[in-house]
């Protein structure tokens, strides 16, 4: 089984990856992508987008079972997000590598932002709004929407 965390930045999503490691030995899980990277703003878009992606392929390899920290559907939202032209070949591709997951689990409440280097202050709605039209939009039958904390 594929699963992928996804959403909102500061809802849990790692903290939950984190406790799941230990309970699921069989699982393959693979760490946020653009955590690899020394700075994000050394790529313009859709760089950052095309470099994010192919090392998310690269990671999931040809494991059966992964439980991912964010897939290529959270690379296509924050694209949406922070980008005024955006090329939807690039969405498309994006949105199709998250077709090879089971479940897409996005969550959707955020908890206090907590700086870390990698999270920036979002507009948390405009987001969820993006996820939920890629979800329409692309028929993605594998996303459910988490509207809790965890």
């Known amino acids: 089984m594929k699963i992928s965390l996804s959403g909102v930045s ?10 799941l490691k230990h309970n699921f030995p069989k699982y393959k899980f693979i760490p946020e992508q653009i955590r ?5 703003n050394q ?3 859709p760089q950052l987008q095309e470099i994010l ?29 922070n980008e005024n032209r955006v090329r939807y070949d690039l969405v498309d591709r ?15 409440v955020p908890y206090e932002f907590v700086g870390d280097g ?9 987001l969820i709004r993006i996820f939920k039209m890629l979800v329409k939009r692309y028929n993605l039958e594998n996303c459910m929407f988490v509207e809790h904390r965890i």
């Open 43 to 45: 790529y313009p878009p």
């Open 10 to 19: 500061n809802s849990g999503k790692t903290t939950l990856w984190e406790d």
């Open 94 to 108: 994006l949105v199709d590598s998250c077709r090879k997951y089971d479940m897409i689990s996005i969550y959707t």
């Open 36 to 40: 690899k990277l020394k700075s994000v």
């Open 53 to 81: 992606l192919s090392l998310q392929v690269e990671a999931e390899g040809t494991y059966e079972n992964i439980v991912a920290d964010r897939c290529s559907l959270d690379v296509a939202a924050y694209y949406i997000l």
């Open 118 to 126: 990698f999270r920036v202050k979002e507009d948390s709605k405009k």
